[in-house]
């Protein structure tokens, strides 16, 4: 099965790279570049704009692929809005991992994929062949929607922990003991995050796809969160990094 991946970024090259073992895989980034022929499945793997929709059909007329799976984060509807215009099966099946170690992360998680029945099926028997743990969602839209929760939680742990710094800077103790009571409770995330600064590519980003659904006073207090923490470690040259460990 001849496949391609276009956009060979932090998510394309290291899922390139896993396919390539079992697949006939040519990669890509995006824009013009050489005759590639007709391909079986097509990858897409470029970050969201407003021209997303119509570049990835564009790519689909030109390689005449059965079957297509978005990687990319998106807006919510935007899968299915590809599906109405084409008669390849589209499916979506969002990245989840860490940047440095994303090829790992992409084999430790569970692909998830969302779409029509069939490109479902086909999707899933695909990213299973290549070695994937594979699961599925009903709809296209409920995963889209799924993957830009999940950056956000990660995003609003942040931002509380961002809080509570200021809290116990405002009343001079020291935050880890501020945070103890919380060590034995189980129904809470398994995990201390640090308050640095919310910054890269996936949860600040991600913000702005998921206000296009609707607005949100969660998605502002994150932001305004993240400006302060920026402009006191700009101000007292502080480490900007964002840790977590897990709890006692």
């Not at 099965?1 to 990669?27: F, H, R």
């Not at 692929?65 to 978005?70: G, M």
């Not at 103890?180 to 702005?208: M, Q, S, V, W």
């Not at 305004?224 to 040259?237: H, K």
């Amino acid at each position: 099965m001849k496949s391609l991946v276009i956009g060979l970024g932090q998510i394309g090259q290291p899922l390139l790279d896993i396919l390539s073992d079992t697949y006939d895989v040519i990669g890509k980034d995006n824009g013009p570049g050489r005759d590639i022929g007709r391909i079986d499945c097509l990858h897409i793997c470029y970050p969201y704009n407003d021209e997303f929709v119509g570049i990835s059909l564009d790519y689909i007329r030109e390689y005449s692929a059965p079957l297509c799976i978005i990687h990319s984060t998106v807006v919510p509807g935007t899968t299915d809005e590809i599906q109405t215009a084409t008669v390849c099966n589209v499916a979506y099946s969002p990245v989840r991992g860490r940047h440095g170690q994303m090829r790992d992360d992409l084999l430790k998680y569970i692909k998830f994929v969302g779409g029509s029945m069939e490109a479902t099926a086909k999707a899933l028997n695909y990213l299973r062949t290549a070695g994937f743990r594979v699961g599925f969602l009903p709809s296209a839209k409920a995963l889209e929607l799924a993957k830009l929760l999940e950056t956000t939680y990660s995003g609003l742990l942040v931002a509380w922990a961002q809080d509570v710094q200021r809290f116990c800077d405002k009343l001079g103790v020291n935050r880890l003991d501020a945070l103890k009571l919380t060590d034995e409770l189980d129904h809470l995330p398994r995990y201390k995050f640090y308050p640095g600064y919310i910054g890269g590519h996936c949860i600040a980003p991600n913000l702005d796809l998921l206000e296009k659904v609707r607005s949100s006073t969660f998605i502002d207090a994150i932001r305004e969160s993240n400006e302060q923490r920026f402009r006191r470690a700009i101000r007292e040259d502080e480490d900007l990094t964002v840790r977590h460990e897990p709890r006692p």
